[in-house]
């Protein structure tokens, strides 16, 4: 397995080198938009640390690492260990004693209890289109499993693991939960489900892996800094062309423009890495900045950028302003409020966090079948990067 695992990384690599970013910005996102980014792939880890190592410009490149918590867990049972692979991700492991059981029967003491259940005929039908988001936010889950799971949680169960459908030997289990659910769970497949028996203690843990994110470092004037970040992240939501893919092709052409300047700030340009809305790094870096948050003017965001659909505006937590935002050219945009974000963790170490975004209706659109190329555009690239260019040589 090692083997084949080196073998795709060296073919990633491979891939990555013959196949550099192009030059225009809407060849750029059409790249950024080919190449699997989703943290669990093989390809991410690749891409991330070969990233930008074909641009020319005048910065110092940091490849960063920090910790994230995969969908795949590690269950021991006796003396056997096992690997899972859950729906829903959690950070804390779990135990108590194995308890069988089918979905809607009445719940006995299930106090510390680990529930075993089949995988339901909902989930299994709609594996295609789980987690996929409307255009009212709402998210295509299995409710009936979610009312018993939540239902299990409040009787005291530890958790629960998932075996494959009946129709489905081979595969692995699995229910589609939502992130809300208050009861942590994995799928198992056939040879590990053969081996729970009710009344065997059980402890299930999250898999933990390293995973790169990348940042350029453009020395200023001063040793005051501004820092402009994206993410460069995907998920089972897909390429994520709105909130990804259009920004990071922004802050990578910023580069290229700025590389002929000498700002009055130092700049870093960070491309962050993560499940979907890349926290992992964004946490990770906050850490880092804490060091040195003294010398941060401003943590800009680049986000739902690109699309040319309407003026710039910004969105700062509780509508907060910041010198920033009483400078030109910011003092010209609307700002807005910002909902829940990795950007909070930012607000309450007191550091100035923007989001800039030029799509009003590409909020409601992200991860939705209008999430597409197309929305991205020429001119709503390019006015974007060069918006930026004049604030920061202004």
């Given at each position: 397995m090692l083997i084949v695992i080196s073998l795709l990384r060296s073919i990633a690599t491979v891939f990555l080198f013959f196949n550099p970013i192009h030059p225009t910005p809407l060849e750029t996102a059409e790249y950024f938009s080919s190449v699997d980014r989703n943290a669990?792939?093989?390809?991410?880890?690749?891409?991330?640390?070969?990233?930008?190592?074909?641009?020319?410009?005048?910065?110092?490149?940091?490849?960063?690492?920090?910790?994230?918590?995969?969908?795949?867990?590690?269950?021991?049972?006796?003396?056997?260990?096992?690997?899972?692979?859950?729906?829903?991700?959690?950070?804390?492991?779990?135990?108590?004693?194995?308890?069988?059981?089918?979905?809607?029967?009445d719940i006995?003491?299930?106090?510390?209890?680990?529930?075993?259940?089949?995988t339901t005929k909902f989930s299994y039908d709609n594996i295609e289109d789980a987690y996929t988001v409307d255009y009212a936010g709402e998210v295509l889950n299995d409710q009936e499993a979610n009312a018993y799971l939540s239902s299990l949680a409040s009787k005291g169960a530890a958790g629960y693991l998932i075996t494959p459908y009946e129709d489905d030997p081979y595969g692995m289990g699995f229910v589609f939960t939502s992130s809300y659910m208050p009861l942590d769970g994995t799928g198992v497949d056939s040879d590990t489900a053969e081996q729970l028996k009710d009344g065997q203690s059980i402890k299930v843990e999250p898999y933990r892996e390293e995973i790169p994110y990348v940042e350029f470092v453009q020395t200023g004037k001063s040793n005051q800094e501004i820092i402009i970040m994206s993410r460069l992240d995907s998920s089972w939501h897909g390429a994520h062309y709105l909130s990804a893919v259009g920004p990071s092709t922004?802050?990578?052409?910023?580069?290229?423009?700025m590389n002929k300047e000498t700002p009055d700030y130092t700049i870093r340009y960070v491309f962050l890495n993560g499940n979907g809305d890349s926290r992992e790094a964004s946490d990770d870096f906050l850490e880092r900045l804490m060091v040195q948050r003294e010398k941060v003017d401003a943590v800009v965001m680049l986000d739902?950028?690109?699309?040319?659909?309407?003026?710039?505006?910004?969105?700062?937590?509780?509508?907060?302003?910041?010198?920033?935002?009483?400078?030109?050219?910011?003092?010209?945009?609307?700002?807005?409020?910002?909902?829940?974000?990795?950007g909070d963790a930012y607000d309450e170490a007191g550091l100035p966090y923007i989001i800039l975004s030029d799509s009003l209706e590409g909020s409601?659109?992200?991860?939705?079948?209008?999430?597409t190329f197309e929305r991205l555009t020429k001119d709503g690239l390019s006015d974007a990067v060069n918006w930026l260019h004049a604030w920061l040589t202004d």
């Amino acid at each position: 397995m090692l083997i084949v695992i080196s073998l795709l990384r060296s073919i990633a690599t491979v891939f990555l080198f013959f196949n550099p970013i192009h030059p225009t910005p809407l060849e750029t996102a059409e790249y950024f938009s080919s190449v699997d980014r989703n943290a669990d792939s093989w390809e991410s880890a690749d891409f991330f640390e070969s990233f930008g190592t074909d641009l020319p410009v005048d910065m110092d490149r940091n490849v960063l690492y920090t910790e994230r918590i995969t969908g795949w867990t590690e269950i021991e049972v006796g003396d056997g260990t096992y690997e899972g692979l859950s729906s829903m991700t959690f950070d804390q492991p779990f135990k108590g004693t194995i308890l069988h059981m089918e979905w809607g029967q009445d719940i006995p003491n299930v106090k510390e209890k680990v529930i075993v259940l089949p995988t339901t005929k909902f989930s299994y039908d709609n594996i295609e289109d789980a987690y996929t988001v409307d255009y009212a936010g709402e998210v295509l889950n299995d409710q009936e499993a979610n009312a018993y799971l939540s239902s299990l949680a409040s009787k005291g169960a530890a958790g629960y693991l998932i075996t494959p459908y009946e129709d489905d030997p081979y595969g692995m289990g699995f229910v589609f939960t939502s992130s809300y659910m208050p009861l942590d769970g994995t799928g198992v497949d056939s040879d590990t489900a053969e081996q729970l028996k009710d009344g065997q203690s059980i402890k299930v843990e999250p898999y933990r892996e390293e995973i790169p994110y990348v940042e350029f470092v453009q020395t200023g004037k001063s040793n005051q800094e501004i820092i402009i970040m994206s993410r460069l992240d995907s998920s089972w939501h897909g390429a994520h062309y709105l909130s990804a893919v259009g920004p990071s092709t922004v802050l990578y052409h910023l580069m290229q423009v700025m590389n002929k300047e000498t700002p009055d700030y130092t700049i870093r340009y960070v491309f962050l890495n993560g499940n979907g809305d890349s926290r992992e790094a964004s946490d990770d870096f906050l850490e880092r900045l804490m060091v040195q948050r003294e010398k941060v003017d401003a943590v800009v965001m680049l986000d739902i950028l690109g699309t040319g659909d309407g003026p710039l505006y910004v969105r700062t937590k509780g509508m907060k302003s910041y010198p920033t935002l009483e400078q030109s050219p910011f003092d010209q945009l609307t700002v807005r409020s910002l909902g829940s974000s990795p950007g909070d963790a930012y607000d309450e170490a007191g550091l100035p966090y923007i989001i800039l975004s030029d799509s009003l209706e590409g909020s409601w659109h992200v991860f939705t079948e209008k999430d597409t190329f197309e929305r991205l555009t020429k001119d709503g690239l390019s006015d974007a990067v060069n918006w930026l260019h004049a604030w920061l040589t202004d």
